[in-house]
C-alpha cells in the first residue's frame, strides 16, 4: 500500500483518524489512558500497513523490534561494576541488525558473484558480474526485499547507538518502542527517524486544530509533487529506458535524465511531505528530508539538501565517531570516502549503487581539497548550480539504470552525436510538458531566497498571524491538488514509489 492509493487515501487513512481521535472521545476514556489508547491505535494501523506489503515479513519486523528493545533494555542494567559489557551489548545488538539487513540486501548478489567466479560456463562472466546476474549453479531462490528494511533498520540502530552514548533514555514500553519502529508514516521510505528526537513525543504530546490544519496541507502539497510531476514525468522516463538506450539521440538523452532527476526529487521529497504531513495529524513533529537540494552550488552543499535523515544519519553514526574532520585532511577524505562507499550499499546490491556512491566520495574529497574553493571564484560562481545540477543528473543515471553496461550506454547517448533512432518528440506530450515546466519551477532551480532562516521564520509567522485571505488560499489550493491527484489516480495505473526498493 502506497500513500498515493485510492485504498490509503479512502479507506485507511480515515478509519486510523477516525480511530485515533473519534473513539477515545465517544468511549470518554481519561487523559491518562487516551495516549495508551491512541499509541494502541497507531500501532495496531501500522502493523496493518505493513502487512500489505507482505503478511510473511510482520514476523521479521517484529524480530527486530524485540532484539533492539532487549539490546536497549540490556544497556539500562550495564555498566561500571555490573558483570554485562555496554560495548559487547551494543555489538551483539548492531552485528543483530546489520546481519539481518545484509542477509536480505545483499544474499543475492553474494551468490551472483559466487557463482560466477566459481561456476562459470561461457565466455560471458564479465557481461554477467556486471549486470549482477548468477548462473543459478547452486540453485538458490532468490531472497525477496522487505519493503522499507533500511529505514527501520537504521531507525533500531540509531535507537541502541544513542541509549549507549547516553544521548536517549531507555524504552522500557515495549509497546512504545515498537510504534517507534513501526509508524506508518514513515516506516517503509523514512524520513529516518532518530528515537531520541521523537522520545517525548511518544510519550507526551498535544493534538491541535492548527498543527492537524498544517499536517493535512502538508500530506495535499506531497501527493500533488507526487501524483502530478512525478509519475507524469515517471512514465514517459520508464518508456525511454524501455527502448535501445544505446540507438536514443542526444536530445531526448538529456531531457530523460533531467525528467528522472525531477522524478526522483518530487517522487522522494513528495512522500517525505506526506510523512511529515501525517505525522503532524497525529500530534508527531519530524524533521525536515529536503530542503531544495537542485538549488546547490556544489555536491556538498547538494548532501546537506538531500535526504537530510540519512545524511544526518551518517554524519552521527558513522563520520564524527570516525573521527569527521577533526584529525587532519588525510583522515577526513578516507571518512568521506568510508561514508559515500555505505550508502551506495545502503541503497542496494547493485554495481551502479556502487559506483554512484563513491563517485560522490570522490567528488566531495575533491571539493575539500580545492574544488569547493574554485568554485567561490568569480566567474566560476555564475556557473556553479547549473553545473552541480549537470553532474548530478549525469549521476541519477547510474543510479536509475539496471546495470553498469546499460548506464554507461546511457550517458554516452546523452553525448553523441547525431539524432539516434528515437527522437525527443516521440516521447512528448502536453502533459510532459506541463509537468516538466511545473517540476523546474517547484524545485527553486531558477530561483532562492538567499535567506532560508528568514523564510523559515515568515513561514512560522503565517501559522499564528496570517491574513485570512492568504489562509484562505493555502487551503484552496491544497484542495485543488488534492482533488487533480485523485482524478489522476482514479483514471491511471502508474504509481510507484522509488524509494520502496530501498
Request: with cysteine.
Amino acid at each position: 500500500m502506497v500513500f498515493s492509493s485510492l485504498i490509503f487515501l479512502t479507506i485507511f487513512l480515515p478509519l486510523c483518524l477516525g480511530a485515533y481521535y473519534a473513539v477515545p472521545a465517544l468511549l470518554k476514556l481519561p487523559e491518562k489512558r487516551t495516549l495508551a489508547f491512541k499509541n494502541s491505535m497507531l500501532l495496531i494501523f501500522s502493523l496493518v500497513f505493513y502487512a500489505f506489503g507482505g503478511v510473511y515479513y510482520i514476523g521479521l519486523l517484529f524480530l527486530v523490534i524485540l532484539i533492539n528493545f532487549l539490546g536497549g533494555i540490556a544497556l539500562g542494567h550495564s555498566g561500571p561494576g555490573k558483570k554485562i559489557s555496554p560495548k559487547g551489548i551494543l555489538v551483539l545488538t548492531v552485528s543483530a541488525d546489520i546481519l539481518i539487513l545484509f542477509f536480505f540486501k545483499y544474499f543475492n548478489l553474494l551468490i551472483a558473484v559466487i557463482e560466477n567466479i566459481f561456476f562459470r560456463d561461457d565466455g560471458s562472466f564479465i557481461s554477467r558480474l556486471f549486470m549482477a546476474e548468477g548462473t543459478g549453479a547452486l540453485g538458490f531462490e532468490k531472497i525477496i526485499l522487505p519493503i522499507g528494511i533500511s529505514f527501520y533498520i537504521f531507525q533500531a540502530l540509531s535507537y541502541v547507538i544513542d541509549v549507549y552514548l547516553g544521548n536517549a533514555g531507555v524504552q522500557r514500553n515495549f509497546f512504545r518502542f515498537a510504534l517507534y519502529i513501526s509508524f506508518f508514516p514513515q516506516l517503509i521510505a523514512g524520513p529516518i527517524v532518530k528515537y531520541k528526537d521523537i522520545e517525548e513525543q511518544i510519550g507526551s504530546r498535544k493534538e491541535n486544530t492548527d498543527l492537524f490544519t498544517e499536517g493535512v496541507m502538508r500530506f495535499c502539497r506531497g501527493l500533488g509533487k507526487k501524483v502530478i510531476i512525478a509519475n507524469t514525468l515517471g512514465e514517459m522516463v520508464d518508456s525511454v529506458w524501455t527502448v535501445d538506450v544505446g540507438s536514443i539521440g542526444a536530445l531526448l538523452a538529456w531531457f530523460c535524465a533531467i525528467c528522472y532527476s525531477f522524478q526522483i526529487y518530487y517522487d522522494f521529497s513528495g512522500y517525505s511531505d506526506m510523512a511529515i504531513g501525517m505525522g503532524k495529524m497525529f500530534g508527531f513533529e519530524f524533521r525536515e528530508n529536503f530542503n531544495l537540494p537542485y538549488t546547490s552550488s556544489s555536491v556538498r552543499e547538494f548532501w546537506r539538501r538531500w535526504h537530510i535523515s540519512l545524511s544526518s544519519w551518517f554524519r552521527d553514526y558513522v563520520y564524527i565517531p570516525l573521527g569527521g574532520s577533526r584529525k587532519g585532511s588525510v583522515a577526513t577524505y578516507r571518512n568521506v570516502f568510508i561514508v559515500f562507499l555505505l550508502t551506495g550499499i545502503w541503497h542496494g546490491a547493485n554495481q551502479t549503487f556502487l559506483v554512484w556512491g563513491l563517485t560522490y566520495g570522490i567528488l566531495l574529497i575533491l571539493d575539500r581539497a580545492f574544488l569547493g574553493k574554485l568554485l567561490e571564484k568569480k566567474p566560476l560562481t555564475y556557473i556553479s548550480r547549473p553545473l552541480t545540477f549537470i553532474v548530478v543528473t549525469i549521476l541519477w543515471v547510474v543510479f536509475r539504470a539496471d546495470n553498469i553496461k546499460a548506464a554507461f550506454e546511457f550517458i554516452s547517448s546523452m553525448f553523441s552525436k547525431g539524432s539516434g533512432d528515437y527522437g525527443i518528440l516521440s516521447f512528448l506530450s502536453m502533459k510532459v510538458i506541463v509537468a516538466f515546466i511545473a517540476a523546474i519551477v517547484f524545485s527553486g532551480l531558477c530561483s532562492r531566497k538567499k535567506n532560508t532562516e528568514k523564510k523559515e521564520k515568515a513561514d512560522k509567522t503565517d501559522k499564528t498571524d496570517s491574513v485570512p485571505a492568504y489562509r484562505l488560499f493555502d487551503y484552496a489550493s491544497a484542495l485543488i491538488l488534492l482533488v487533480i491527484s485523485m482524478i489522476l489516480l482514479t483514471n491511471g495505473t502508474y504509481n510507484p514509489f522509488i524509494y520502496f526498493q530501498f
